[in-house]
């Protein structure tokens, strides 16, 4: 409102704010819809999304933090001329993309370590954490190496002793 009564003061003095009205929902949608046209916007339909998704997927295969990846999906709806979806759409994909992400790495790596492998990031990992880890609510180990879930510090720790031994 404050800036509808900078407009009429400036360039329409002699109009009153009481004699300006609201658009209806139609009325305002038609207009997004002109300026989109206009400005060469298309809507993000279902297969924008299934692009958004598997762009997502790729940019999450660099870095698993959601600010990252939701960077670049902005970049990329803009580069493409492509009206963005929902903030809860969003918010859903990204956080199914890292989960799967992180599921992904883990998979990958509990593939490749051998017993020898697997026992030896096992001391390494209650050598490091050891003392804190009953006191640590935000740890992510649960039951065994194969199904911790990968954090940047786990992952670095277990990637520097996969390459040391094998």
Same mark, same amino acid.
């Given at each position: 409102?404050?800036?509808?009564?900078?407009?009429?003061?400036?360039?329409?003095?002699?109009?009153?704010?009481?004699?300006?009205?609201?658009?209806s929902?139609?009325?305002?949608?038609?207009?997004?819809?002109?300026?989109?046209?206009?400005?060469?916007?298309?809507?993000?339909?279902?297969?924008?999304?299934?692009?958004?998704?598997?762009?997502?997927?790729?940019?999450?295969?660099?870095?698993?933090?959601?600010? !990252?990846?939701?960077?670049?999906? !902005?970049?990329?709806?803009?580069?493409?001329?492509?009206?963005?979806?929902?903030?809860?759409?969003?918010?859903?994909?990204?956080?199914?993309?890292?989960?799967?992400?992180?599921?992904?790495?883990?998979?990958?790596?509990?593939?490749?370590?051998?017993?020898?492998?697997?026992?030896?990031?096992?001391?390494?990992?209650?050598?490091?954490?050891?003392?804190?880890?009953?006191?640590?609510?935000?740890?992510?180990?649960?039951?065994? !190496?194969?199904?911790?879930r990968?954090?940047?510090?786990n992952?670095?720790?277990?990637?520097?002793? !996969?390459?040391?031994?094998g």
């Amino acid at each position: 409102m404050e800036d509808l009564g900078h407009i009429l003061r400036r360039y329409f003095p002699a109009r009153d704010m009481v004699e300006i009205k609201a658009h209806s929902r139609s009325t305002r949608l038609e207009q997004q819809q002109v300026i989109l046209k206009l400005l060469g916007y298309r809507p993000c339909d279902a297969a924008a999304k299934e692009e958004l998704v598997r762009k997502a997927q790729r940019i999450a295969m660099l870095s698993t933090q959601p600010v !990252f990846i939701l960077r670049e999906i !902005f970049q990329y709806l803009t580069n493409q001329r492509i009206v963005a979806p929902g903030y809860t759409y969003l918010q859903d994909m990204v956080g199914r993309i890292v989960s799967g992400e992180r599921l992904r790495i883990t998979r990958l790596l509990g593939e490749a370590l051998t017993t020898a492998v697997e026992q030896q990031l096992e001391a390494l990992l209650q050598a490091d954490e050891g003392p804190f880890l009953p006191t640590c609510p935000a740890w992510p180990y649960s039951g065994g !190496f194969r199904h911790y879930r990968a954090s940047s510090h786990n992952l670095l720790v277990a990637l520097i002793a !996969f390459r040391a031994i094998g």
